[in-house]
């Protein structure tokens, strides 16, 4: 029983783990690897516009990418704005954000 439960938990957990992410800067698309059951590599293709970003993250998705979803470490990209562009960080760049300190309220501030 063992045997064969403990290798599918740990592939269900281990399945969206992005191992490695190439930019394909002539298509302007992204190549996703993670690994399958059979520890053999699986290839995503995608684009920004097939990215979505979930409110309330799940367990271990950073994003989905053509709805599969993956999770990806912010430490492991070398270019930090590819992290940016997918995550969606760069739509609303125009717009600065002003925060005032009358935008809290004096118990915040206390802390």
């Given amino acids: 029983f063992f045997t064969f439960v403990t290798p599918v938990l740990i592939h269900s957990v281990s399945k969206k783990y ?3 992410l190439y930019y ?6 992204y190549t996703a690897v993670v690994f399958n059951i059979f520890i053999r590599p699986k290839k995503i293709q ?3 516009r097939d990215v979505k970003v979930p409110d309330v993250p ?3 998705t950073t994003f989905k990418a053509k709805d ?3 999770f990806v470490d912010m430490d492991a990209f070398r270019d930090p704005t590819h992290y940016g562009k997918i995550m969606g960080y760069d739509e609303n760049s125009s ?8 935008d809290f309220s004096s ?5």
């Fill in 18 to 20: 992005v191992t490695k």
């Fill in 24 to 29: 394909n800067q002539v298509e302007d698309k």
């Fill in 46 to 48: 995608f684009r920004l």
């Fill in 58 to 60: 799940g367990a271990f």
């Fill in 68 to 70: 599969y979803p993956l």
């Fill in 95 to 102: 717009k600065p954000i002003n925060i005032s300190h009358e």
């Fill in 107 to 111: 118990e915040e501030r206390k802390h």
